[in-house]
């Protein structure tokens, strides 16, 4: 139908600006003002003039995943009068890791539950779309949503259950809905999808529950499937030798976060998480596509190359990590890159044409579980304590941690400057390996870990890394790792949220910090810029939660409420108006008798050690391993000694937050467990 575009847009924003409701998901037929309206895509960088306004049209504000704007209105002689201009709560507790959009002045937003449409100027709800899936829907390391696409006028998502919804974003009515796999498998959705010549393609979680992950092509129109791209290779596919027996049924390779496409190759790229269970003697062999970058074609789903970071991976090492794509030169010529801060410790750049390894190099200061990357293999050079400790089964201490070098923040990189912006973390654990039977649902790992804090130095660094060398031109030190991503625009500003709820602005040459903001929570979620009748804005979503705050035991973020909200922030006149800085107060610690618990865990009952067994592998992702927590989720430490029937009633039926697990575990199973949280 041929509808003149100046009238759509006419009615789209009239609709935007008068809609107000608060629904539910429901289906409703293709609006043609939806279907017809089209909106400009970005080149690789997000290009600005003072008299335009400039949206954010993709996760990572273009596809080529760079978080980098040319906007520079806010820059670094004038970032220390930002103030807020807004701020909107989304009513929701869990962690939020959402990137807004920004298209035609209205923002879109989601939760774990929810989609919002926001007036990206002034901050008033336009509409909210709720969603609900099943209570026993279980995720590895937090429940939360990335952010949203858009296309052609429809908005899409993801939901914890697997559904991918086509939205109609005048009203948040559903266009189509549709099932990509059965949650009860393990399986989880929770980034935005990606769309590549006219595909839309959506990836999947559940690399700790033992899935076979995968990548699914879409029509972005109907829904209809197209192809699937399985990660872990099968018997007689290209790679299935690289697994033994009936592994692949199980292997992971999970697909969790977005990838990235080159237009003028047609070429997506797409990081592959680890192999399942953790532990490696559980799945000999390479192990293909796990811990891995592919290059497909959107069209076909068809493999052109893959490259394999950590081969065998026994560490969830992952390879999801931003493959950030850009031009640079090396050895005197241009060259077309592929860059990615992998959590295994070394930064990689690869020709994005052909997967050959140009760079691989240490970004981190302490890396034990390798002695570097041989470059004419591009295999890793396992070190001997590794080697030994899976010969010995012994406690073994490495570094990086399952956290990484880097972990899901996503990393930014300016052409201007040459530099890769990344947040990086300093945590190493204690590792042991272990026999675990694969069962349906339920973190499949087989090991036992203990995390490892380096003394008097900080858990984590913002760093401005040189991609050809891994080495960082400047550095900024935090108690608590960053781990919500960044932003660097022509400004010559670098923003970053830190999970104690501030919101920096460095100068992206020399680090120095310009300019800071507390807000309400945490922030683990990557800050975004637009600009909207000549006036620039920077936006970010705080609300705590998130591996690290699930997993770590930092006590430093007991005190971090949570609660999710979206910051604006607009140039002021005057002072500088960063607010005073102070550390996090921490808990009263109390004390504790002995830190060697050797001797007391092996005076445990059967019942006891089978408790502790299960509960490390159906709790501790979000009560904290051993049992320690961070203190945004359920201190499990407190629970009454006398009270076990409600104890057992609430996992088996879940509360509040807490997904129900009587599908996974039998009564008696957990019975056992409460006999280890209350021993």
């Not at 600006?17 to 609006?31: R, Y």
Request: with cysteine; charged share 20%; hydrophobic share 35%.
């Amino acid at each position: 139908m041929n509808i003149n575009k100046s009238i759509l847009l006419a009615l789209f924003l009239s609709a935007v600006l008068t809609a107000c409701n608060d629904s539910d998901t429901v289906s409703a037929p293709m609006p043609e003002s939806a279907a017809a309206t089209e909106v400009a895509a970005t080149s690789d960088t997000v290009e600005a003039k003072a008299d335009k306004d400039v949206g954010v049209d993709y996760y990572g504000l273009s596809q080529d995943l760079q978080r980098h704007s040319s906007l520079t209105q806010i820059n670094d002689s004038n970032v220390q009068q930002l103030k807020p201009a807004w701020v909107l709560s989304l009513g929701d507790n869990r962690g939020q890791q959402s990137q807004p959009l920004v298209i035609d002045g209205v923002m879109y937003m989601t939760t774990h539950n929810a989609t919002f449409a926001i007036n990206a100027k002034t901050g008033r709800q336009i509409w909210k779309s709720k969603i609900e899936y099943p209570a026993d829907t279980v995720t590895c390391c937090g429940i939360t949503n990335r952010g949203a696409t858009w296309h052609e006028g429809v908005l899409y998502r993801v939901t914890l259950d697997n559904h991918i919804l086509a939205i109609n974003p005048v009203n948040g009515d559903v266009i189509w809905d549709v099932t990509a796999v059965d949650a009860k498998l393990g399986y989880s959705m929770t980034s935005a999808p990606l769309v590549a010549n006219g595909i839309m393609i959506t990836g999947v979680a559940g690399g700790e529950f033992g899935v076979r992950g995968f990548l699914d092509g879409w029509n972005p129109k109907t829904g209809e499937h197209l192809w699937r791209f399985y990660t872990v290779a099968g018997p007689g596919e290209p790679g299935g030798d690289t697994w033994q027996g009936e592994d692949w049924r199980r292997g992971g390779g999970p697909t969790w976060l977005i990838g990235s496409y080159d237009k003028e190759l047609d070429i997506v790229y797409w990081g592959v998480g680890n192999a399942a269970p953790w532990n490696s003697l559980l799945h000999p062999g390479d192990n293909l596509y796990t811990d891995s970058v592919i290059a497909i074609k959107p069209k076909t789903g068809e493999l052109i190359w893959h490259y394999q970071f950590t081969p065998n991976d026994a560490f969830d090492f992952d390879g999801v990590n931003d493959p950030i794509l850009a031009d640079i030169e090396i050895d005197g010529k241009p060259r077309k890159i592929l860059m990615q801060a992998n959590r295994n410790g070394y930064f990689y750049v690869l020709d994005r044409t052909n997967g050959e390894l140009l760079e691989a190099n240490q970004f981190v200061d302490k890396v034990t579980w390798a002695d570097g990357i041989d470059m004419q293999t591009g295999r890793p050079i396992v070190a001997e304590r590794v080697i030994n400790m899976f010969k010995t089964g012994e406690k073994t201490e490495l570094w990086p941690s399952a956290l990484g070098g880097k972990n899901l923040a996503a990393m930014s990189y300016s052409p201007t400057t040459g530099l890769a912006y990344a947040n990086t973390i300093n945590v190493g654990w204690n590792y042991t390996p272990k026999e675990q039977e694969y069962k349906p649902g339920v973190f499949y790992i087989g090991m036992a870990f203990e995390w490892v804090f380096a003394k008097d130095e900080p858990r984590g660094y913002l760093r401005a890394i040189d991609p050809l060398t891994g080495k960082a031109k400047w550095e900024f030190p935090t108690d608590v790792p960053m781990n919500g991503g960044t932003l660097v625009t022509d400004g010559n500003l670098v923003f970053s949220g830190a999970q104690t709820g501030e919101l920096y602005a460095f100068n992206a040459i020399s680090g120095e910090k310009l300019w800071e903001f507390r807000t309400g929570s945490g922030i683990i979620a990557p800050p975004v810029t637009y600009q909207i009748d000549g006036k620039q804005y920077i936006a970010v979503t705080s609300g705590i939660g998130g591996v690290y705050n699930h997993l770590s035991g930092d006590v430093t973020l007991k005190n971090i409420n949570p609660g999710g909200s979206v910051w604006v922030f607009e140039l002021g006149t005057g002072n500088n108006t960063s607010t005073i800085h102070a550390d996090p107060i921490k808990p009263i610690m109390a004390a504790v008798a002995s830190t060697d618990t050797k001797d007391d865990e092996a005076a445990w009952s059967a019942t006891v050690k089978k408790g502790a067994e299960l509960y490390e592998q159906t709790c501790s992702h979000c009560h904290g391993v051993k049992m320690v927590t961070s203190g945004t989720t359920y201190d499990l430490r407190s629970f009454p000694k006398d009270d076990k029937a409600r104890f057992i009633s609430s996992v088996a039926d879940g509360k509040g937050s807490m997904p129900a697990w009587g599908d996974k575990l039998s009564a008696e199973e957990i019975s056992h467990i409460y006999d280890y949280v209350v021993h």
